[in-house]
């Protein structure tokens, strides 16, 4: 029953996803927002919306370490799984941008994040309402800012408009993508939960590898299918922009509505030391050995690198 539960969760936040991203990316072309904007704001918080629920839905149920697992997995996943298959597909260039404003914003919530958590004065680590809050105010600030960029730029988005869908279709979309990630989430959890126990493994683990990959398959479809119709900037644009809205998004809303505490270390002396270090990896790559461009074989190592942090997990 579990495995049922797990892929009914994982089917319907791909839906649901889709159907988010679909309803979004409408909207946001009626703005006339441009093509790297959609891709680092709408698309991302879009795609990031099945993390949201889950790590929601997994908090005020007490399962903590599945939302912590799952935003570190996620954005471990996005950086060395999600864009090491997509640049092993199509090669991805890279925007000037890209990694001397928006990867530095990425690492700088990342880091933002580590600091909450390492010195936070009670003895349990936790994500205070106050920290969350701060987290969220960022998230608009960032927001409002790179809107405000693209419009004082005049950076119209370089889209055929003219096939956009009906108001009352756009509408529909977003529903259903809000009742599939509902109960996507809700299935996935109650799926999790079951199999760590079968297992006999922590919460953690299975936040950080089943549930993590499971949420991010949203963004998985959107970079490759980014990514084939000729709009790299999409594909690097959403995974960096839905790291940074994992942190403060999906963290930072789950924090206000209920503390988080941390009850495994490991989420803290293993897992985030390596979201760390291949985020460095990846603007290792993009901005020194192949400038601005992420080549097949960077596509690889990035691949081969997730692969060495899964083997770990259940080490550690």
Same mark, same amino acid.
């Given at each position: 029953?579990?495995y049922?539960?797990? *892929?009914?969760? &994982?089917?319907?936040?791909?839906f649901g996803?889709?159907?988010?991203?679909?309803g979004?990316?409408?909207?946001?072309?009626?703005?006339?927002v441009?093509?790297?904007v959609?891709?680092m704001?709408?698309?991302?918080?879009?795609? #990031?919306?099945?993390e949201?629920?889950v790590?929601?839905?997994?908090a %005020?149920?007490?399962?903590?370490d599945?939302?912590?697992?799952?935003?570190?997995? !996620?954005?471990? @996943?996005?950086i #060395?799984? *999600?864009?090491? %298959?997509?640049?092993?597909?199509?090669?991805?260039?890279?925007?000037?941008?890209?990694?001397?404003?928006d $990867?530095?914003?990425?690492?700088?919530?990342?880091?933002?994040?580590?600091?909450?958590?390492?010195?936070?004065?009670?003895?349990?680590?936790?994500?205070?309402? $106050?920290?969350?809050s *701060?987290?969220?105010?960022?998230?608009?600030?960032?927001n409002?800012?790179?809107v405000?960029?693209? /419009?004082? +730029?005049?950076?119209?988005a370089?889209?055929?408009?003219?096939?956009?869908?009906?108001p009352?279709?756009?509408?529909?979309? &977003?529903?259903?993508?809000?009742a599939?990630?509902?109960?996507? !989430?809700?299935?996935?959890?109650?799926?999790?939960?079951?199999l @760590?126990?079968?297992?006999?493994? +922590?919460?953690?683990?299975?936040?950080?590898?089943?549930? #993590?990959v499971?949420? #991010?398959?949203?963004e998985?479809? @959107?970079?490759?299918? @980014?990514?084939?119709?000729?709009?790299?900037?999409? !594909?690097?644009?959403?995974?960096?922009?839905s790291?940074?809205?994992?942190?403060?998004?999906?963290?930072?809303?789950?924090?206000?509505?209920?503390?988080?505490p941390? +009850?495994?270390?490991?989420?803290?002396?293993f897992?985030?030391? $390596?979201?760390?270090?291949i985020?460095?990896?990846l603007?290792?790559?993009m901005?020194?050995?192949?400038? +601005?461009? &992420?080549? /097949? $074989?960077?596509?690889?190592?990035?691949?081969?690198?997730?692969l060495?942090?899964?083997?770990?997990?259940?080490l550690?």
């Amino acid at each position: 029953m579990a495995y049922l539960y797990l *892929i009914a969760g &994982i089917v319907l936040l791909l839906f649901g996803g889709d159907f988010i991203v679909k309803g979004a990316v409408d909207l946001a072309l009626r703005l006339k927002v441009s093509i790297l904007v959609i891709g680092m704001t709408v698309v991302s918080f879009a795609t #990031s919306a099945p993390e949201l629920l889950v790590s929601l839905d997994a908090a %005020l149920n007490g399962y903590t370490d599945i939302s912590f697992g799952n935003v570190v997995g !996620s954005n471990i @996943a996005n950086i #060395s799984l *999600i864009l090491g %298959l997509t640049a092993l597909i199509v090669p991805l260039s890279v925007q000037v941008k890209t990694y001397r404003l928006d $990867w530095w914003v990425m690492m700088g919530v990342t880091l933002l994040l580590g600091f909450f958590l390492y010195f936070n004065e009670d003895e349990t680590r936790k994500l205070d309402r $106050w920290e969350a809050s *701060i987290m969220v105010i960022i998230l608009v600030v960032y927001n409002v800012l790179q809107v405000y960029a693209s /419009r004082k +730029s005049n950076v119209k988005a370089d889209i055929d408009t003219s096939g956009l869908r009906n108001p009352w279709l756009t509408f529909v979309f &977003i529903v259903l993508g809000v009742a599939g990630l509902k109960y996507g !989430s809700e299935f996935l959890i109650d799926g999790s939960v079951s199999l @760590a126990r079968d297992w006999g493994v +922590s919460e953690r683990v299975i936040g950080i590898t089943v549930v #993590s990959v499971g949420t #991010s398959l949203p963004e998985l479809a @959107a970079s490759l299918v @980014a990514a084939f119709k000729g709009e790299p900037d999409l !594909s690097v644009g959403n995974l960096i922009g839905s790291n940074i809205f994992n942190i403060l998004a999906v963290l930072g809303i789950t924090g206000i509505i209920i503390d988080i505490p941390l +009850s495994n270390p490991a989420l803290i002396s293993f897992d985030f030391p $390596w979201l760390l270090g291949i985020s460095v990896l990846l603007y290792f790559f993009m901005r020194f050995v192949t400038r +601005s461009m &992420i080549t /097949r $074989w960077e596509g690889l190592i990035m691949f081969l690198v997730y692969l060495i942090f899964l083997g770990g997990v259940f080490l550690f």
